[in-house]
């Protein structure tokens, strides 16, 4: 039995401690906004804070989270009031999707290191993070705008 912290909320979980932690939130605990991308940690779908580090859930085993604090997507905020989510949604990122939470669980961690990034900081910060649909553009734009939300500045979408 692995005891895991998950949204500030305890779960004991019965699985093997070699299973992928992107299994465990979603198969096991019912956390299906962390997305499978591609199994390997490269597309960044699957990604998740374990103590306040971006991690790829899929590559990420179970033991390696036990006792520690996971936070996936659904954990950002509790009414979805997040800097980065609400300048996700003035910006118009989604297209598909897909990738989303796993890119704003990246760009929080950005954002908590560096409340100003430049242009080129969020580029190798967010390198690591597919959209199969190009929306880095927006991706960018959202990012900058949610630092100045953090800094109190009214932004324009």
């Known amino acids: 039995m692995t005891t895991l912290t998950v949204n500030s909320k305890t779960y004991h979980v019965d699985a093997d401690p070699e299973m992928p ?3 465990v939130l979603r198969d096991i605990i ?3 906004g962390t997305k499978f991308g591609c199994g390997v940690a490269q597309c960044g779908a ?3 804070h374990l103590n306040g580090e971006a991690v790829r859930s899929c590559v990420t085993r179970l033991k390696r989270a036990e006792g520690q604090q996971v936070v996936t997507i659904e954990g950002l905020s509790a009414n979805n009031d997040h800097p ?6 003035a910006n118009d990122v989604p297209q598909c999707g897909y990738c989303q939470s796993g890119q ?5 961690v ?3 290191e560096n409340p100003n990034p430049t242009d080129q900081d969020i580029d190798d910060a967010m390198s690591g993070n597919i959209c199969r649909c190009g929306t880095y553009v927006r991706i960018r734009k959202a990012i900058h705008d949610a630092a100045a939300m953090q800094k109190g500045v009214a932004v324009n979408g």
């Not at 980065?84 to 949604?89: G, V």
Request: positive net charge; glycine residues 4%.
């Open 104 to 108: 704003l669980m990246s760009a929080a």
């Open 30 to 32: 019912g956390l299906t």
């Open 46 to 48: 699957c990604t998740v």
């Open 84 to 89: 980065l989510q609400l300048a996700w949604q």
């Open 21 to 23: 932690l992107l299994w």
């Open 110 to 112: 950005l954002l908590r």
